[in-house]
């Protein structure tokens, strides 16, 4: 499977895919066609067809996809047999809401530590993982396997400890901070901007606000 | 301004480009190259040309453009100039979060409300506001301008809210629950799939672990 040429507009899809799929699947439906499956997505069969093409198709004339299979694979190029650990940094609002965000688990992904800086919070018990303290970052990092760091930490520290998570080998990040924050180190970084989606949201309602004036 | 063809996939990047626009301003930075522009924000300077084409360009050959002026018309493109006015429905982490993150308000948003059906929470102060009981809900929206409604509640009961403050006349729903909701009605709805942004990472980080195994 050669995914070198993968756009990351198609990558971004994949999740999508996966959560329909994962939906069908838990509706016992075993087969769908492109149309079908763009119909409920709200994506043109042969976009759905495109983008499932870049990695070898999945799918057979006259039949469709095989929803088991298709989902299967598609969990497999997005890497979830390799069911990633994750800590959380900051134990704010944020990482609380990540902490008990039950999905993440269902997708393979477990959060396996929760720091913080404030003595206050080191030591509350957040889904069942009580705080460490960030003074017992290296250790634990050191004597466990970690492969992401979620950083939900005020704006102002997050480079510094993204450099600190970096230098101890974590291979990923997935950032909460409203910065687009970039490592020289081999590090993936996905950069989270609420803000974007809610200007989106704002993009299309003032859409309708012109195209309403517009009709008058 | 036609922006009838406009696709998602560029309406989409528009806050990404409103963003780093925001930061060369704020670094007094009054005029830059679509080269420039390209190597801060990683995307190629011809798609910046063809995305900005989209909306009647805004450069200029041999100058580039004006920072503070394609900032104010993205700006406006997005919609900022509406002021929209948002209540948050669900007051607990997630909840939290949204209304203490700061840089809502500096994209032109506010939140007015925050609302939870929770007695314990109902009159907790959050970000200089009291939680409202949901029976106010009506009452509220009735007598306030508001435009959009922030859905944090658990899963089960999102369709129901959903289908409520539409029938209120909310013109948006920006909606955290891991689900695709749509309503009949002409309300712009904006699902925010966080784990989508997790999977993401989860693809490159296995992509780097495959191309390492490759070059054993």
Same mark, same amino acid.
């Given at each position: #499977?050669?995914d070198?040429k ?5 990558v971004?899809? *994949?999740p999508? &895919? &996966?959560? &329909? *799929?994962?939906?069908? =699947?838990? =509706?016992e439906?075993n087969r /769908?066609s492109?149309? +079908?499956?763009?119909?409920?997505? @709200? /994506?043109t069969?042969?976009?759905i067809?495109q983008d499932l ?5 999945f799918g057979?004339? $006259? &039949? @469709?996809?095989n929803v088991?299979i298709?989902q299967?694979?598609i969990g497999?190029?997005l @890497?979830m047999q %390799?069911?990633?650990?994750? /800590?959380i940094?900051?134990?704010? %609002? #944020?990482?609380?809401? !990540?902490?008990?965000y039950?999905?993440f688990a +269902?997708?393979?992904y477990?959060?396996?530590?929760i720091f913080? %800086?404030?003595?206050?919070?080191? @030591?509350? !018990?957040i889904? %069942? *993982?009580?705080? *460490?303290?960030?003074?017992?970052l +290296? ?7 970690v492969?992401?760091a979620i950083l ?13 998570v970096?230098?101890? $080998?974590?291979k ?5 901070s409203?910065m687009?924050?970039? =490592?020289?180190h081999?590090v993936?970084?996905e950069n989270?901007h609420?803000s974007?989606?809610l #200007?989106?949201l $704002?993009?299309?309602m003032?859409?309708? !606000?012109e +195209?309403?004036k517009?009709?008058?």
């Amino acid at each position: #499977m050669d995914d070198k040429k993968v756009s990351m507009a198609v990558v971004k899809r *994949l999740p999508r &895919y &996966y959560r &329909y *799929l994962t939906d069908l =699947l838990k =509706l016992e439906v075993n087969r /769908i066609s492109s149309k +079908e499956l763009s119909e409920k997505m @709200g /994506i043109t069969a042969s976009q759905i067809r495109q983008d499932l093409n870049c990695f070898g198709g999945f799918g057979q004339q $006259g &039949y @469709g996809y095989n929803v088991e299979i298709l989902q299967r694979e598609i969990g497999k190029i997005l @890497g979830m047999q %390799n069911k990633f650990k994750a /800590i959380i940094i900051g134990a704010g %609002n #944020m990482g609380n809401a !990540i902490a008990n965000y039950s999905l993440f688990a +269902e997708r393979g992904y477990s959060i396996v530590a929760i720091f913080d %800086n404030n003595t206050e919070k080191v @030591g509350k !018990i957040i889904n %069942n *993982l009580a705080v *460490l303290d960030m003074n017992e970052l +290296e250790n634990y990092i050191k004597n466990n396997r970690v492969d992401i760091a979620i950083l939900t930490v005020p704006f102002q520290y997050t480079s510094q400890i993204a450099e600190r998570v970096a230098s101890l $080998g974590i291979k990923g990040i997935w950032n909460f901070s409203p910065m687009d924050l970039r =490592l020289s180190h081999e590090v993936k970084i996905e950069n989270v901007h609420l803000s974007d989606s809610l #200007m989106v949201l $704002g993009y299309r309602m003032n859409k309708k !606000i012109e +195209e309403d004036k517009a009709s008058l």
